[in-house]
């Protein structure tokens, strides 16, 4: 049903109940609410609903639809619609906007100024809700009703605040992006700019400002002698200071004390001291126009290069898809590719969408996506993000996403919206910024009039020096100094693997002083992996596979499947399976070629007669030399009881014998492997200063043995989800900041708890994307310490970029009374320099990677420990027979 359809599809009726003249309309027409409740589906929510709302004073009449969850709502005229809402809600029921979602593209309103000036105008539009503005990506982003207003307007509501919009995404063609790659150099300010330096220049050359000043070529102009030096001067200002006054005007209108406005008054109060004071002044008003123009381009140029980062992740997803269509190759838009389709990638070509191999192997570099350094190998059944490239092979993939809701798009999304968030620094830095330009505007007011009032001092001396402080009245560079770092930090982060949700996030890592770990999926692999195989008697590693292959092949149990997974690996023969039957708690009995076999637990092979005091090791292929019965008769053989089966728990691992009823034929020791990286990344940590802990449910014996091979300080095992939440708010009242690194969904309580809360492996996993303040995209620990870098280095710029900035202006505006600042060197010093410094300086956050923090370096050990390498299938006491 659209808009303009009745709710309940009726023809309108008059009292007799005829149908009425739809030309006499009802008057409270223009008094009714149409809204969409989904949740009210049935009659007695629709009860609920409609008594909710008839407390409204106002309301005259409701209807409910459970059946499509609208309600129809007619009023006096005196109820406004946030009044309805909040009436359907405190019922228990959402209300749906019927808005339109837009972005608009506006390049030029690169600062908060221009975003306040922006949101002004905006907010004057009927019907315009949830604005929110970015000006450190030159977007804005709103919702507005289509029945109260239109595009254009809101359009035309930017641009009368003196802000072009290239393009908006709800455009026929193109999106919001399509006009931000225009140059700032190239511009029609930019040729202004051009034309108006050159005047200034033939002005020096015919009326230098050092000479007297009635030398030079004069022409009389309204009966006073202007020299044509000056006339181009003048010129000058009338060509560069066309977009000065355009902005001044619209800030004005807007009541936004700007520097747009505050250059204005300049210009315009120099050109006015020599008009109408005969004040000399116009060099310094064309010289002032000329610089100012060039500062705000060179702002431009240096907003661009930060929202440079933004747009190279938004150029990674390929523009076009082949996708197979009745068994032919056909080239679309890859937005026009439907779910469930199947697209052909080649070698060096990008993924178009998200979706899962079908049909050949490659290697595909993800790093576009999750950052990982290495190629990661596909086939079939595995699992490709848009963006990535496909090495040197050939896959089929079926699309599993729907356009702009693939893993890159989401990135985009939350990377754009992480822009707009503001931390707490930069509201402060805003707040300052509210006091900090009333105040400067005074004093400089008191200059300019001041000494010329009270002891009679040179007018034309200190207007200047009062025009002077004007210029430096603008704190922009003092209040972009940390959106612009936010911002490089965040796309930086996001080309690394690591997606930050917001300036506040990153901020707030830099300060984390503990960082608290779940075990299993985190500092583990999450997967559980055979790590030891010991065969005994006369059997060998391949007789111990084969027999545990046949005996957990029918068994659902994690444990069982690990051992399947290095049976097959090793490539063993199949054994004839009957009989099978799991032994609760134990572990499992079958039929093997005739034979009955036993998998499981020590406890298991003690009832059934067993001495696992006394075994034999097989040392030379499996057969028992005479060496080794030497050996074990002097040796008391091999103790499986005292030593090997405690050395391999101890170790963190899973023990399962292998055997009949009277042969035991092996050990298999079964792990969920601790990540190759997961022991570096602990030790740059400790560098750093950061105390480190781990918070598992796992039994204290494997998370002691886990935390101790990692290095981690302090292990807390056993923990249901509250006790996590618990330890977390224990480490919070011990640090200032604290991070939990879990997987997303199982620790979410934690994470929600902790400073900032870290999701591993987020990439394709909605879930964990919008769980986390951060999120690590490929499934690798050892982005971390280069998170805890970035962060760090972010707040020393930060607080580079605000104290010189502000410490620059405070210097200039007091050596301003004493003639030491020229208004030329206020304008490049304190306007455009400091701008463009504080841009470059937060640029510097684009060379942090993750090699930095020396996070992928192999790891360190301290020499092989025995039952630890996956490789080395001996028994330990074995290792010394020979």
């Not at 005196?78 to 019922?91: K, N």
């Not at 970015?134 to 307007?153: E, M, Q, Y």
Request: hydrophobic share 45%; proline share 5%; with cysteine.
């Amino acid at each position: 049903m659209t808009r303009d359809d009745a709710v309940d599809g009726s023809v309108p009726v008059d009292d007799s109940g005829t149908a009425a003249d739809t030309d006499e309309r009802d008057p409270r027409a223009d008094a009714s609410l149409d809204l969409a409740v989904p949740e009210m589906d049935c009659a007695s929510c629709a009860s609920k609903v409609e008594g909710s709302v008839s407390d409204v004073d106002g309301v005259i009449d409701i209807d409910p639809y459970p059946t499509t969850g609208r309600l129809s709502v007619a009023t006096d005229g005196t109820v406004d619609r946030e009044a309805v809402v909040a009436a359907v809600e405190s019922a228990g029921y959402a209300v749906e906007d019927d808005l339109e979602s837009v972005t608009l593209s506006v390049p030029e309103m690169d600062c908060a100024s221009c975003a306040g000036k922006v949101t002004g105008a905006l907010e004057s539009v009927q019907g315009v809700r949830d604005l929110d503005t970015h000006p450190t990506t030159g977007r804005v982003l709103l919702r507005f009703d289509p029945d109260a207003t239109t595009l254009a307007a809101v359009v035309s509501a930017v641009e009368s605040a003196g802000y072009e919009v290239v393009s908006t995404s709800l455009d026929a063609e193109g999106d919001a992006g399509d006009g931000d790659e225009r140059s700032v150099w190239r511009s029609r300010r930019a040729y202004a700019t051009y034309l108006a330096a050159v005047l200034t220049g033939i002005g020096l050359v015919l009326a230098n400002p050092l000479a007297p000043a009635d030398a030079g070529l004069a022409v009389d102009l309204f009966g006073r002698a202007v020299r044509v030096g000056d006339l181009a001067y003048l010129a000058a200002v009338a060509v560069g200071g066309v977009a000065v006054f355009r902005n001044g005007y619209y800030s004005l209108r807007q009541r936004s004390l700007d520097i747009d406005l505050l250059m204005s008054v300049a210009i315009l109060g120099a050109v006015a001291a020599g008009v109408g004071f005969d004040e000399p002044l116009y060099f310094e008003a064309a010289t002032l126009t000329t610089l100012f123009s060039v500062s705000e381009l060179l702002e431009g140029a240096a907003m661009d290069r930060a929202r440079d980062s933004l747009r190279e992740l938004m150029e990674l997803s390929p523009t076009e898809a082949t996708v197979v269509r009745d068994g032919d190759e056909e080239v679309v838009p890859a937005e026009a590719v439907d779910v469930g389709e199947t697209v052909v990638v080649r070698p060096g070509e990008r993924v178009p969408r998200d979706g899962t191999v079908t049909d050949g192997t490659s290697a595909v570099n993800q790093a576009p996506v999750t950052g990982e350094s290495v190629p990661v190998d596909k086939a079939p059944g595995d699992e490709v993000f848009a963006g990535t490239i496909v090495e040197g092979g050939y896959l089929e993939v079926e699309v599993t996403t729907e356009a702009g809701e693939d893993t890159l798009s989401q990135v985009v999304d939350m990377v754009e919206a992480a822009q707009g968030e503001r931390s707490e620094r930069e509201q402060f830095v805003e707040r300052f910024a509210s006091y900090y330009t009333p105040v400067v505007v005074g004093f400089a007011l008191v200059v300019a009039l001041g000494p010329p009032l009270a002891v009679g001092a040179a007018w034309d001396t200190y207007v200047l020096y009062g025009l002077t402080l004007l210029v430096l009245a603008c704190p922009c560079a003092f209040v972009i100094s940390t959106p612009v770092t936010v911002v490089s930090g965040i796309t930086s982060a996001a080309r690394n693997g690591v997606l930050i949700k917001g300036g506040t996030h990153l901020e707030a890592m830099g300060d984390v002083e503990a960082v608290a770990f779940d075990k299993t999926g985190t500092l583990t692999k999450g997967e559980l992996t055979v790590t030891d195989v010991i065969p005994l008697g006369d059997n060998s590693q391949e007789d111990v596979l084969r027999c545990a292959r046949g005996l957990e092949l029918r068994s659902e149990h994690p444990i069982g499947d690990a051992i399947v997974d290095r049976a097959e690996a090793a490539g063993v023969d199949d054994r004839a399976v009957d009989d099978f039957e799991a032994v609760t708690g134990k572990g499992v009995r079958a039929t093997l070629d005739g034979t009955p076999h036993y998998a499981g637990k020590p406890g298991l092979f003690s009832e059934l007669g067993f001495d696992l005091s006394h075994v034999h090791a097989a040392t030379d292929g499996g057969v028992v030399t005479r060496t080794s019965r030497a050996m074990c008769e002097r040796n008391n053989c091999l103790d499986l009881l005292s030593d090997t089966v405690p050395e391999l728990q101890a170790a963190g691992k899973t023990v399962v014998l292998v055997g009949a009823e009277d042969d035991l034929e092996g050990v298999i020791a079964v792990a969920d492997e601790v990540r190759p990286e997961a022991r570096r990344t602990v030790e740059r940590l400790r560098e750093a200063g950061v105390r480190t802990v781990m918070l598992t449910g796992d039994n204290e014996r494997t998370a002691r043995a886990v935390g101790r091979e990692v290095g981690i300080d302090e292990v807390r095992a056993e923990l249901l989800p509250d006790e996590k939440v618990a330890a977390v708010e224990e480490l919070l009242a011990e640090h200032d900041g604290v991070a939990m690194v879990g997987d997303g969904v199982n620790d979410a309580p934690a994470l929600a708890t902790a400073t900032v809360g870290i999701a591993m492996g987020a990439a394709g996993t909605d879930t964990a994307l919008e769980t986390a303040d951060v999120a690590l995209l490929a499934d690798d620990l050892s982005t971390l310490p280069y998170l805890r870098t970035l962060a760090e280095r972010a707040n020393a710029i930060i607080r580079q970029n605000v104290w010189t900035s502000l410490a620059a202006k405070a210097v200039l505006a007091a050596a301003v009374p004493f003639g030491l600042v020229p208004i030329w060197f206020a304008v490049l010093a304190g306007d455009a320099g400091m701008t463009v410094g504080v841009t470059a300086n937060a640029s510097r956050l684009a060379r942090v990677s993750p090699t930095d923090s020396d996070a992928g370096a192999a790891p360190v050990t301290d020499g092989p420990t025995p039952g630890d390498e996956p490789g080395d299938l001996s028994p330990p006491a074995a290792r010394t027979a020979e």
